[in-house]
DNA sequence: TTTCATGCAAAGGTTTTGCATACGC
DNA sequence: GCGTATGCAAAACCTTTGCATGAAA
């Protein structure tokens, strides 16, 4: 299930954090590229777009907050940045393929993970949270 | 299988890399903290314990050079460094565990991904030659 | 009106690079 | 001796921070 720009809105009213236009641009930036996963200065670009009078360091700033509510999650494909993308609660068991030619990095979705963390979790004393799964190889098109 | 120095000083011969004293130490530090995953910085104050005159610079290039080789294998885990460990080939199949309060990073073994994979490259058709999978959570002692 | 958010510029931290010198082979 | 590796310092990045101003509630 997507979570609506209200949704959101509401979620920081909760937490007693402002509604700015700044806030919504990128929100809305995400929802409305919810398949990528923008590094910080890919979304300070798509802003300028929109409002050329925001700065980076807000950028920086809101995607900090944004993960920390878990509304985004911060990944790292091992680019040197990190990166962005929507924090789909329900399809927690969503992993990358990321193709060491092309840099390209597609999803998949899985839950298998769920026995080995459990089993994990037993055997180890350690209260899992969260998991990344990540695949490296060459994509269809890098093959040859 | 652990490598010993001289089979990966071999590997290097056969890639037209010389065996130089720096590159002797910084291999000989992985292989005597196999269980550690060191960043530059921490390699680096163990390197100048043994020879104050050796440059960050020629870490990271033996670092990178290392992992270029598949000696060595770079992982993130999220503090804003990369850090390095031993890729120990047999043991392809070990992950890890870190703890989102302390920090602490443990590691597991399991084989359990390969029918995944399997799985993931007939549907994709992506060739997968590696991969991570990292479980975020609390540690026994930090779950009180 | 009060408090939090923003923009800008500067600083911080990690990693890379240019270049002259030194060294492995 | 040839060509690569090194050390140093500077630069290149990405990200964070201090501070005065501006805007949300």
Redesign the pocket.
């Known amino acids: 299930m997507k979570l609506t720009l209200e949704e959101i809105c509401e979620k920081l ?1 909760q937490n ?8 919504q641009i990128i929100l809305k930036i995400f929802l409305e590229n919810a398949e990528q996963h923008l ?3 890919e979304v300070y670009a798509i802003v300028r777009d929109i ?1 050329p ?6 950028v ?3 995607l ?1 907050l944004l993960a920390e509510l878990e509304i985004l999650q911060k990944v790292n494909f091992g680019d ?3 990166r962005y993308e929507f924090s789909d609660l329900e399809v927690h068991h969503h992993h990358h393929l990321i193709c060491v030619k092309c840099g390209k990095v597609t999803e998949f979705d899985d839950d298998q993970l769920e026995t080995l963390e459990k089993n994990i979790a037993q055997k180890s004393n350690f209260k899992i949270i969260d998991h990344q799964l990540k695949f490296f190889g060459y994509c269809s098109n890098c093959q040859t």
């Open positions: 009213h007693d954090y402002k509604i700015t236009p700044q806030r590094s910080a200065e409002n009078d925001v700065g980076l360091a807000t920086y700033r809101t900090d040197g940045k990190s």
